[in-house]
């Protein structure tokens, strides 16, 4: 630790430096990284396909009839070298994925398989069809569904070939062994491997699988729904009642859309994107440093020496992070009603005559700059006990000798607060400072459960309030207005700009640079 | 002595002893300033669950009263509310805490493995493919949770575990408790910052002994990590009881018998049969789900202070 506070120390002189020089460099050198990184993907990329063939192509060849049997039939070479469990599983692998590709199990009468690769042109049949042979209807068709399992039938080829690939490479590892005049691993040996050097496929499939289905596909999911014509107002204004449930691909004429206005829709989110970025940056900056100062300085208050029932404080500011937040934030809510006790209070004191919107959902005309200082005063309510919590056990693993010489060097006690403990605390949690920076510009309950984005905006359906940031107002323009497509637009954007400030000061700071330091 | 050199500098100076009494009640005052505002809306909630007065025009008191601390007390908006057929579901809240402690529990279990499972991998573990798995998660994690919130519910919709109403609205349960632990297993790095502390020496000393890597983490690992074990549990159990948008999507408007009880008590208060009279028995509610998860937050405060504090080092 006493290291990590030496290097803060040679930094300062680094920190006297113009900060917007500071930015700037960063900024650029980014930017060159960033270009460096790219060629380098490319010409990396380039020789692994090449090693690649290569390598496949040599185990072609040199391989035992099974490794070349296993080319076709899965497991082939594992029954060859009498791996019958495995070869079993692999051919059992096999049989499914093939099955599922051909037969087209079908599920809310969309299939999947061969044919929902087809359906990915998103050509849906918009009538219901009877059909005399069965005495059956067929629904109409849903491009919901037509592009969902699309995409899981791509993730199901791309799983076929990977177990492709490691049948032969087990086939390939197997003859290598006989040649060395070793026995074919057994089922058993392989499970002993799985628990030992490669245990991590074993720790980590499960998490994969889920990630798969859950984070991956999904997340493809809507970033394609950009690119289409999903909104329910076009939709339900098409000719039959069946196409409500269709939409086609619409290029980048979305993304078009909202830069040039060509339509009200898109004249409306244009208008109102920059506000509510400058908004959700404001928001983000603010939220993250009151609640980050606001908490080191509680931290330091409760900690000083000669406090008592510090027990009791700690106890008292914990119960925020402990009361669920929806709980909170709404009770924060009705005490700042138009009708709730504090405009009451204030009322009866004669010292207002109307209710004061202070979150700008009573009324239209509510103050918008009130309702922004209100959210971030809620906010730091909510989230410096957080930070007083995290930064009171950091405070307790100062080295008391930077203390100690200080004070023999005459330090006063405000100048020790920002050249040792604050320098310390920051170095110590930069990485926290940066993913809860992140997690603010995508901080949907507090906006939502306080404001729902409210003084409302005046000019159309879809304009943002005033405190919405990118995340509500994508979720008012998907659940409220149906707009899916300029909704995953918005979601685009808004990851757009959190990967780059992630990326910038991730690659930048200590703790990534050195993972393995510590351990 | 080292105060004679410091108030030699200025002129006029107070001993340290009045000095120290000064900053001392000052940050006293500070505290237990800063301690009321943090209290004052949390004893509103509850003195608001247990008022039983009626406005003086004889309606139910709901959110419109001037006084922060009521005239009368009692249990009756906890009997009504435990009564109470919300949405035409009868003893609606009862069934929401219920179905909230499963969803809870069995969250807890799948999650607080997959997480540990994980952490251990990226932290103890070296192969090829771990920068790249830790680069992909840290990207996935940067997409807004509602772009796939939204698909995730058509996904659970075509496999029937979303969506449905009536007799089979409780498979939109077992559709929620996927949906909350399946990518629980990308929120490792607070586990990982833990796993990282412990010395690699105690790991690669067993490997000489002829430990498999499943044997160390089972027999070295986890012993060693009871606190963060426990935090990963505490997080996970929590999660469903103050998650609230992604459960509302989930099981949607039109299974009320299978809401979670922040959706519950949500529309108790702003959804399509929402009353503000309700809103008594609304903070009767907030009580009911505070106490049980203040009493354990408060119970395993240390070791959430110690997950706290690894995940501030390590993000």
């Given at each position: 630790m006493s290291d990590a506070m030496q290097s803060v120390n040679k930094d300062e002189p680094k920190a006297k430096e113009n900060i917007f020089k500071r930015i700037f460099t960063a900024i650029g050198h980014f930017f060159v990284m960033f270009g460096k990184g790219f060629v380098n993907f490319f010409v990396n990329l380039f020789h692994r396909v090449v090693d690649f063939f290569v390598e496949f192509f040599r185990r072609f060849v040199d391989g035992s009839i099974g490794t070349k049997l296993s080319h076709f039939i899965f497991g082939a070479g594992s029954f060859y070298h009498k791996q019958y469990i495995k070869g079993a599983l692999f051919l059992l692998l096999q049989v499914a994925i093939i099955l599922f590709m051909v037969l087209c199990p079908e599920v809310n009468s969309t299939p999947y398989g061969y044919k929902a690769l087809a359906n990915l042109v998103l050509h849906g049949n918009p009538t219901m069809v009877f059909d005399p042979a069965t005495l059956k209807t067929i629904p109409a068709d849903d491009s919901k569904l037509f592009l969902l399992f699309g995409l899981v039938t791509i993730i199901v080829i791309i799983l076929y070939i990977l177990i492709w690939l490691l049948n032969i490479k087990s086939s390939y590892k197997a003859d290598q062994d006989l040649k060395a005049g070793r026995k074919p691993t057994t089922f058993k040996q392989d499970w002993n491997t799985l628990l030992d050097s490669k245990f991590h496929i074993m720790m980590l499939t499960p998490t994969c699988i889920a990630a798969l289905v859950f984070t991956v596909i999904p997340t493809i999911f809507m970033i394609c729904i950009a690119f289409t014509t999903y909104n329910t107002v076009d939709m339900n204004a098409a000719?039959?009642?069946?196409?409500?449930n269709l939409f086609h691909w619409n290029g980048f004429n979305n993304f078009v859309d909202i830069f040039q206005g060509n339509t009200s829709l898109g004249k409306e989110i244009g208008a109102r994107f920059l506000p509510v970025l400058g908004w959700t940056a404001i928001w983000a900056v603010f939220a993250t440093f009151t609640c980050y100062f606001g908490g080191i300085l509680l931290a330091i208050l409760i900690n000083k020496k000669g406090i008592k029932f510090k027990k009791v404080f700690r106890v008292i500011f914990i119960l925020t992070i402990a009361i669920p937040q929806f709980i909170s934030l709404l009770a924060m809510r009705n005490i700042l009603n138009g009708e709730g006790p504090i405009n009451q209070i204030l009322k009866n004191l004669g010292w207002i005559t109307n209710s004061i919107g202070f979150l700008g959902n009573n009324a239209v005309g509510d103050d918008p700059t009130l309702a922004k200082v209100m959210v971030i005063v809620i906010n730091m309510w909510l989230g410096v006990p957080y930070t007083m919590l995290m930064t009171s056990g950091i405070l307790m693993n100062i080295p008391s000798d930077l203390y100690e010489a200080a004070r023999v060097d005459g330090a006063s006690k405000t100048k020790m607060l920002f050249k040792i403990t604050f320098p310390y605390i920051i170095f110590v949690t930069t990485p926290y400072l940066i993913s809860s920076f992140v997690g603010n510009i995508n901080s949907f309950n507090t906006i939502f459960l306080l404001?729902?984005?409210?003084?409302a905006v005046t000019g159309g359906t879809y304009v943002a309030g005033e405190t919405d940031l990118l995340v509500t107002w994508l979720y008012k323009l998907t659940i409220n207005n149906g707009e899916f497509n300029t909704g995953a637009i918005i979601g685009i954007l808004t990851f757009a700009i959190t990967a780059t400030i992630t990326l910038i000061s991730y690659r930048r700071s200590k703790a990534y640079k050195e993972e393995d330091t510590f351990q | 002595m080292k105060n004679s050199t410091l108030s030699g500098k200025k002129g006029f100076h107070f001993s340290q002893r009045t000095n120290e009494v000064i900053s001392r009640t000052l940050s006293y005052l500070g505290l237990i300033i800063l301690a009321l505002i943090w209290i004052v809306p949390i004893l509103w909630i509850v003195l608001s669950a247990l008022r039983t007065e009626t406005n003086p025009d004889g309606s139910?008191?709901?959110?419109?009263?001037?006084?922060?601390?009521?005239?009368q007390m009692g249990g009756q908006n906890f009997v009504d509310l435990f009564n109470g057929t919300f949405y035409g579901v009868k003893h609606a809240f009862i069934r929401w805490m219920i179905n909230t402690l499963i969803i809870a529990v069995i969250d807890c279990i799948i999650s607080t493995f997959l997480i540990l499972s994980v952490a251990y991998c990226m932290s103890k573990l070296r192969f090829k493919m771990r920068k790249p798995f830790m680069n992909i998660t840290m990207i996935l994690g940067l997409f807004p949770g509602f772009m796939s919130m939204i698909a995730i519910y058509y996904l659970l919709k075509s496999i029937g575990l979303a969506g449905n109403t009536a007799e089979s609205a409780y498979l939109n349960i077992i559709g929620l408790i996927l949906a909350y632990s399946a990518g629980a297993g990308m929120g490792f790095q607070v586990a990982k910052g833990f796993f990282d502390v412990i010395p690699s020496s105690l790991v690669e000393s067993a490997k000489l002994d002829g430990c498999s890597n499943f044997k160390i983490f089972l027999k070295i690992i986890l012993p060693l990590s009871k606190p963060i074990i426990i935090y990963t549990a505490l997080m996970s159990f929590t999660a469903p009881w103050m998650d609230f948008i992604f459960a509302k999507v989930i099981i949607g408007e039109g299974a009320p018998e299978c809401w979670t009880v922040s959706v519950g008590l949500y529309s108790l208060m702003f959804?399509?049969?929402?009353?503000?009279?309700?809103f008594t028995q609304f903070a009767a509610g907030c009580v009911c789900v505070g106490i049980p998860i203040v009493a354990l937050f408060m119970f395993l405060q240390k070791y959430y202070v110690e997950g706290v504090t690894a995940g501030a080092v390590k993000g």
């Open positions: 000719s039959t009642a069946y196409e409500k404001t729902g984005g409210g003084p | 139910i008191i709901g959110i419109v009263t001037s006084n922060y601390f009521p005239n959804g399509a049969q929402s009353n503000a009279n309700y």
